[in-house]
């Protein structure tokens, strides 16, 4: 089937959360992203929209203490505080969501070789913990039901969020099928970095050049060491100058040079990219919607 637009996977629950006035994580820009691509021309029918995944979904990959607590509003405090959401029902029924949105994005990428979900990105998730506005790992359990499939035995996450996957990193530790790639910021959260197959830590003030000269070195690095069937590309925006947490100094240009950089090399070596939004913590809504677009940009979904 001949799709005018790769396919995007959106749900309004993605931005459906009561937060504490000021919470840092801006939960309007699911909603924001979906409406600017509406008004860019994209069909509200296009949009694909996921249903929840269950606890039991995820006790296949995650430990089952850690899930049943989260989900049943047991977890303590000191583990929800390390999350940095206040624990509530919508806030499980949002994440089983994301999370599911992320695996169908990976199996509508499987069929029409690339597809877009309006969030994801959740990397600081671990098997038995989350951190970092993160409860589960989205890109790890894509990757793994993916591997279903009789075609696809190996997986590359390509994460160029300004915070290193610490999550994904660990989880994939021992499993060869999953090679991991990080470029972010050095000296930025998590200050306990994991070991990724390739990390790639940059300088806070980093600029357009020595970020995409860097980032086509590590791609092709990447591509020598490992032989992917399949891609799950990490764009967060978070390494944009303006961005409150990001300290790199890439532009919104830059952000765009980069998307087009990762996708045009998948698609030269034909592999399938499922691709979430990542990070992103501009306070105006409206400046961080517009930077989140560069990866529609670059997947040719608007101009």
Partial sequence: MNLPYPPLVFHPVYSQLDLPV???????KYQGI????????????????????????????????????????TLDHQAMRRIGFPWSEQLIRRSLTAVSGTCLTAALAQEHGLALNLTG????????FGSGFCLFNDLYLAAKR???????????IIDLDVHQGDGTAKLAEHDDSVFTVSVHGEKNFPHRKQTSDIDIGLA???????????????????FRQCSPDFIIYDAGVDVHINDDLGHLHIT????????????????????????????????????????????????????
């Fill in 34 to 73: 979906h409406d600017a691509l509406v008004a860019c021309g994209v069909p509200p029918g296009h949009f694909t929209t996921p249903e929840a995944l269950t606890a039991a979904d995820l006790t296949a990959i995650y430990q089952q203490d850690y899930v049943s607590a989260l989900c049943g509003g």
């Fill in 22 to 28: 000021r919470h840092r994580f801006p939960i309007e």
């Fill in 252 to 303: 919104t240009p830059g952000v765009l040079a980069r998307d087009k950089m990762v996708l045009d090399m998948c698609k030269q070596k034909g592999l399938p990219v499922a691709c979430v939004i990542g990070g992103g913590y501009q306070r105006d809504i409206a400046a961080l919607v517009d930077v989140h677009l560069q990866l529609f940009r670059a997947a040719g979904v608007i101009r």
């Fill in 146 to 156: 993916v591997q279903v499939r009789d075609d696809c035995d190996t997986v590359m």
């Fill in 204 to 222: 806070k003030g980093t600029g357009d050049d020595e970020y995409l000269t860097t980032l086509d070195e590590t791609l092709h690095l990447a």
């Fill in 121 to 128: 990105g959740y990397h600081h998730a671990f098997a038995d």
